[in-house]
């Protein structure tokens, strides 16, 4: 069992190519197109029409794969990549973007001591399958997404709040949320606030509570 | 609770006088059949399942950690963590803030180890901007980096023996624990907050005498480890409480997606600074230590044998220190390309990583935290079923987390 999962004792892999990076454009680091690496490959023979885009930065490689499809990309990486270890679950608001948000995953693998960064693009109101019950680490950060981004994800054992407690209205880590917080009110007095976040930005006599 | 295999005579002989005197003295708990006679009606005592809020304010829960536990007695069906109390939106003021100015936000993440949170940040800024680390900064941040170990794994090491009743190995942690943070506070002038990293290298050179002083303390520690372990180690109370209690494997390690300890506990050799090595680790000679059962006493042992390590690796710094510069080429107004990047160190909880997304301006668009406390607390559910409530303190103890970084 530990040999297995102990990743190979040669740093020879992984560090020298990351040095050799810097030394040849400490200024100009541009990513590249990998759209013909053997992972992006895999997963396009896998599960195909998935792919969308994939590029590498910093020897960092991210792959943008249809929404519908994260779950069974998911599966294929656990499964045939050996991608056990599921690092986390985030998002990006891209406000002007359509679609709106990116749920980004990482994922990392021990045989091969690497990490692959899969993205999906997803607008308000849409669903992500959910990869909790393939992957049980991914429980909280997709709670936690769904918590600041107010996106859903379809299949999750247990889509609740995390950060914020029940009942509070607006997800805080939306672009157009408020640095400086809502109104504790709306979410104490819910009756009194429209759905979805305390009282307008511009409104003069708006409590600020933080 | 305990197995056979791993206690010594006299423990299976104590054990067995214990379990004498508790039947004897009719203190075994009844059977579920026997409890509820269908002639009266039941009262609270027969009810089999009851709802416990365990914290926030409980002084084992290192914060403010709530736990909504579902009992049979004292055996625990499910514990549900309620989390949240300490959530400052640090990934939004992130966005607001230039990048240098996010650093001190991440002293308040994991506040017993700053260092390790401000090399994080500033690990990831580095690499998308791609800048070149001096050799002496790299040096200073691995020292920094791992006294920062020392502290924290001290920090667990009083506070979760007090959990368990254990109170004198307490006050020796913090003996020592107290030296490292004058270190700290002469190096930078906090001892807790530490702001000492910036990105690019350092903000201030070592004041004179201070590796002198470093070197007696590292040379030093292990005996004051020794110490340690000489109160815990083969003490049989702290065993009984420890051993085979919170057993994980190395394949729901991965599975809950464990890292630090927790994974090393359960037979894993896995650690980024050996695994993805950053600053100089790679050219550093240290063992990671690792033990089989993945037991709650295995995490005890992996991390007093990590302290141990880090007193090595520190003075293989101190060696190799020699004078230089302490910040690199770092442009006066920071502005990294429009890209994203992931960066991770391995923190004393484990995993700690950061994902900067970059819109080419001066502010972050969007700066997550991968904090190791939070992904580590996940499992406390499944390593708490079928436990004691005094167990749950020590499971709490073991998963070692800091709750300014579970809720940032």
């Not at chain 1, 994939?54 to 069974?72: M, S």
């Not at chain 2, 080419?360 to 700066?367: A, C, I, K, L, Q």
Request: with cysteine.
């Amino acid at each position: 069992m530990a040999d297995e999962t102990t990743p190979p004792p040669s740093p020879e892999a992984s560090a020298p190519p990351a040095a050799e990076a810097k030394k040849e454009a400490p200024k100009k680091v541009e990513a590249a197109d990998a759209s013909a690496h053997p992972w992006v490959e895999s997963i396009r023979a896998a599960v195909p029409e998935a792919v969308l885009s994939a590029k590498e930065f910093v020897r960092q490689i991210t792959v943008t794969v249809a929404r519908e499809k994260i779950r069974d990309v998911a599966r294929h990486l656990k499964d045939r990549e050996d991608f056990r270890y599921c690092v986390d679950v985030t998002a990006v608001d891209w406000k002007q973007r359509k679609p709106r948000f990116e749920v980004v995953y990482h994922f990392y693998s021990f045989s091969k001591n690497d990490r692959i960064r899969i993205k999906c693009g997803v607008d308000e109101g849409e669903e992500v399958p959910s990869i909790a019950t393939l992957y049980l680490a991914a429980n909280w950060p997709e709670r936690e997404t769904y918590d600041m981004f107010g996106i859903r994800f379809a299949g999750h054992p247990d889509l609740q709040r995390i950060l914020t407690w029940e009942g509070f209205h607006g997800h805080p880590l939306r672009k157009d949320f408020p640095v400086e917080g809502i109104d504790t009110g709306a979410a104490i007095y819910p009756e009194e606030w429209p759905e979805g976040g305390g009282p307008s930005p511009n409104d003069p006599n708006r409590k600020v509570v933080s | 609770m305990t197995d056979e295999k791993r206690l010594t005579e006299a423990e299976k002989q104590e054990a067995d006088y214990f379990a004498r005197r508790m039947t004897e003295g009719g203190l075994t708990r009844p059977t579920a059949g026997a409890v509820a006679e269908p002639s009266k009606p039941p009262t609270l005592f027969d009810v089999q399942e009851m709802e416990l809020n365990f914290g926030p304010q409980h002084p084992s829960t290192h914060g403010v950690l709530r736990l909504v536990l579902k009992v049979d007695g004292e055996k625990i069906i499910s514990a549900r963590p309620d989390i949240g109390y300490l959530h400052r939106g640090t990934e939004k003021l992130f966005e607001t803030e230039t990048y240098p100015m996010g650093i001190p936000h991440t002293d308040r993440m994991d506040y017993v180890a700053a260092a390790t949170n401000n090399h994080a940040f500033c690990l990831t800024v580095e690499k998308l901007l791609g800048v070149e680390i001096p050799r002496r900064a790299q040096l200073v941040r691995v020292i920094l980096d791992e006294l920062q170990r020392l502290s924290s794994h001290l920090v667990w090491l009083g506070t979760s023996g007090i959990d368990l009743g254990a109170v004198t190995p307490f006050w020796y942690a913090f003996r020592e624990r107290e030296q490292i943070l004058d270190f700290f506070e002469e190096y930078c002038g906090a001892r807790l907050t530490l702001n000492c990293m910036r990105i690019g290298g350092l903000p201030f050179d070592l004041t004179p005498g201070w590796v002198a002083r470093l070197l007696e303390f590292v040379d030093d520690l292990p005996s004051r480890i020794n110490e340690y372990e000489e109160l815990l180690t083969d003490n049989r109370i702290w065993k009984r409480r420890t051993v085979d209690v919170g057993v994980i494997s190395a394949e729901e390690c991965i599975e809950y997606g464990l890292t630090g300890p927790i994974l090393r506990g359960s037979g894993v050799a896995w650690d980024l600074r050996r695994a993805v090595p950053y600053e100089c680790y790679d050219e550093l000679d240290f063992v990671i230590p690792t033990r089989q059962n993945g037991d709650t006493y295995d995490r005890y042992i992996v991390r007093v044998q990590e302290m141990r390590q880090s007193a090595r690796i520190i003075r293989q710094c101190l060696d190799r220190l020699e004078e230089g510069e302490i910040r690199g080429k770092v442009p006066r107004v920071i502005k990294p390309p429009a890209e994203e990047v992931y960066a991770s160190i391995e923190s004393p909880k484990g995993e700690l990583g950061f994902y900067c997304v970059s819109n080419g301006s001066n502010r972050p668009y969007r700066m997550h935290c991968r904090p190791p406390s939070f992904i580590n607390l996940q499992a406390l559910p499944r390593l708490a079923k079928g436990h004691l409530i005094s167990d749950l303190v020590a499971l709490i103890g073991t998963i070692d987390i800091v709750l300014g970084e579970v809720d940032r």
